[in-house]
């Protein structure tokens, strides 16, 4: 989300992208940066998800505006980078985008309702490339939750789920850009919601290095509000 996941990505021709399967693909998460940054990749889900933008970074113009375009209207705003007044193409990447909205709290990403989903892991970038070692990662909201996660049919252990690697060298619609994604089906439960992201562990330790990262937060519909304790959780399912 490095602020955007552009940095991350590096690409170069522009400025330097909880799981409450809301998937916020959220807010950043803020690690230490160091000169060689693992890079992030986008984390979306193949359905319905709403943009929460950081206002420092973005901003929104509706119809009447003159850097209104309707071809990027989505929900009757169009994002905008604060600065340059460029149309951000890596968010609108989300085939299911449904609109924008400020953020909170420093929680930015793409938000949506469901813990039952196919998730898109999406090679951005603006030249050509492969990915290696590519790691989701799954955050719990409340921190204190220990949700039930599932990738792919496999019960994942800890926090992370390798996705193998990723060759990115398809041309996207608006050029000078190349996208190419991995699906996987990913259920979840027994949180309020789950943050979810990837990263390129290109050295192998499971430990990001330098960069934030865009996020997506997946809620889980049948626990209605965010609760502060896991035992408060717990007592849902009771």
């Known amino acids: 989300m490095v602020h955007r996941q552009r940095k991350a990505l590096g690409v170069n021709s522009r400025k330097t992208l909880l799981v409450v399967l809301s998937v ?23 359905g319905p998800a709403e943009y929460h933008y950081d206002s420092n970074e973005y901003y929104t113009v509706s119809f009447g505006h003159p850097l209104y375009n309707p071809i990027f209207d989505r929900g009757g705003k169009v994002l905008l980078e604060t600065g340059s007044n460029e149309v951000p193409l890596d968010i609108y990447q989300v085939p299911n985008l449904v609109g924008f ?25 603006n030249r050509p ?25 496999t019960p994942v252990t ?24 991995i699906t996987v089906p990913v259920t979840w439960a027994g949180c309020y919601g789950v943050r979810i992201w990837a990263f390129a562990d290109e050295n192998y330790n499971g430990v990001k290095d330098g960069g934030e990262c865009f996020t997506a937060f997946s ?6 509000v965010r609760e502060e304790t896991w035992g408060s959780i717990k007592s849902l399912y009771e």
């Open 158 to 181: 800890g926090k992370t789920y390798p996705l193998g690697n990723l060759l990115v060298h398809t041309p996207t619609l608006y050029g000078h850009n190349y996208s190419d994604t």
């Open 101 to 125: 909205l400020e953020s909170t709290n420093g929680q930015e990403g793409y938000f949506f309702d469901g813990s039952n989903l196919n998730l898109i892991v999406d090679g951005w970038n």
């Open 24 to 46: 916020v693909v959220s807010g950043w998460l803020v690690f230490a940066a160091v000169a060689s940054a693992e890079p992030c990749l986008m984390v979306y889900p193949s």
């Open 219 to 224: 809620h889980d519909l049948t626990v209605p």
């Open 129 to 153: 490339t492969t990915y290696t070692n590519i790691l989701l990662v799954f955050v719990p909201d409340p921190s204190t939750c220990h949700p039930t996660i599932i990738v792919n049919g």
